[in-house]
């Protein structure tokens, strides 16, 4: 009961600020680019996104990543990307970009995992590669990294437990504690298997939190696999994430397109996760033990109303392209709001009353 309370808290009362997606556009190279009709929904898909981290690029000329910057500017909105070098053991090489908007955020620096010489014991074909990320707009969280990362397939379990240490590298070198790892894992079906799922390090250490569930099929073809995940490590950043919005994209729904052009799109669904702006306004405030909480106190509590109230609006007038299909791992959600005290429960509560009678 307490739990359900909890979690009905929290979705009335977090406003989305950020929309983060990641997207494999299967071999997104010289001649997917060269179609028109292809990439008016690669256009789209991209669009949908504040920060959007698009893997396997194959571009050896280098023209396709400054070019979809370009067209996804086109119209006006402003668009900058930020990419790796192109990323292989052999003469096979991929590249990791993330498109973003600069007037929702700053992007304070880049980071590339190093794994030493790819000799083969080195422990990533495609190193992960991220960005520290700045913001006004995500309430208490002001900066946080994002990592990207498309997992070898045949080498899935080694590269997923690697991890730990590009998170640790990560956090070290960003001095942050806030990091998220997004991408296609290829973490499900015949690379990983349930056993090993259970036993990967990501999974039994509980300070990392999956959004995306062993359920959700981030395919497009026929088969039901969980390839594409968001794992979130941080407090702050486990708390802002509006865990209920993870999910995979549905995008051939929405365009209503047919199964070839959806497959001339990618092999793979966007996955995407919200962050929001409100909730951590109310931090400082409600655990303060000092004499000024109750000025503090109330001055917090009209400024919540306000946003609460936008955010029930809000959710009547959704965005026509969010997909009905909520993927959410229930059961991370409940973790990642368990540290939150209930004081800052009873605030909200009394706070979304208000704003409910005030409708
Ligand atoms: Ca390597
Ligand atoms: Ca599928």
């Not at 406003?15 to 997104?28: D, V, Y």
């Not at 730990?164 to 990560?170: E, G, I, K, Q, S």
């Amino acid at each position: 009961m307490l739990s359900f309370l909890w979690i009905s808290l929290l979705v009335i009362s977090q406003t989305e600020a950020l929309k983060i997606g990641a997207f494999n556009i299967q071999t997104l190279g010289r001649t997917k680019y060269g179609k028109e009709e292809v990439m008016v929904y690669i256009d789209l898909i991209l669009r949908r996104y504040d920060i959007v981290l698009v893997q396997e690029i194959r571009d050896a000329a280098g023209n396709v990543i400054p070019g979809i910057r370009n067209r996804l500017a086109s119209n006006g909105e402003e668009w900058e990307v930020v990419y790796s070098e192109r990323l292989g053991r052999n003469s096979y090489k991929e590249q990791y970009a993330f498109y973003y908007r600069p007037d929702k955020i700053t992007v304070e620096s880049s980071y590339q995992y190093d794994d030493g010489v790819d000799d083969g014991t080195d422990a990533f074909s495609r190193e992960p590669f991220g960005i520290l990320v700045n913001s006004d707009i995500t309430g208490g969280l002001k900066k946080f990294g994002i990592l990207g990362v498309h997992i070898a397939p045949n080498e899935a379990v080694e590269e997923l437990n690697a991890l730990v240490d590009v998170f640790t590298a990560a956090k070290e070198n960003w001095g942050v504690d806030d990091v998220m790892i997004m991408g296609d894992f290829n973490a499900d079906c015949t690379y990983v298997s349930d056993e090993e799922k259970e036993q990967l390090d990501l999974r039994t250490d509980n300070s990392y939190l999956w959004l995306i569930g062993d359920d959700v099929d981030t395919t497009v073809s026929s088969t039901d696999c969980a390839y594409d995940r968001i794992v979130l490590t941080g407090d702050l950043l486990k708390a802002a994430a509006i865990t209920s919005s993870a999910q995979e994209w549905r995008f051939d729904n929405v365009f209503n397109v047919n199964a070839t052009m959806t497959k001339a799109v990618s092999d793979h669904y966007p996955v995407e996760v919200n962050i929001a702006s409100d909730i951590f306004h109310l931090l400082p405030e409600s655990n303060s033990t000092d004499g000024n909480t109750t000025d503090s106190g109330m001055s917090t509590t009209m400024e919540l109303t306000s946003v609460t109230t936008t955010s029930i609006l809000g959710s009547s007038i959704s965005d026509p392209l969010t997909s009905s299909h909520t993927t959410t791992d229930r059961n991370s959600a409940v973790r990642s709001t368990g540290s939150v005290s209930w004081k800052l429960a009873v605030y909200f509560l009394l706070s979304n009353i208000l704003a409910v009678s005030s409708l």
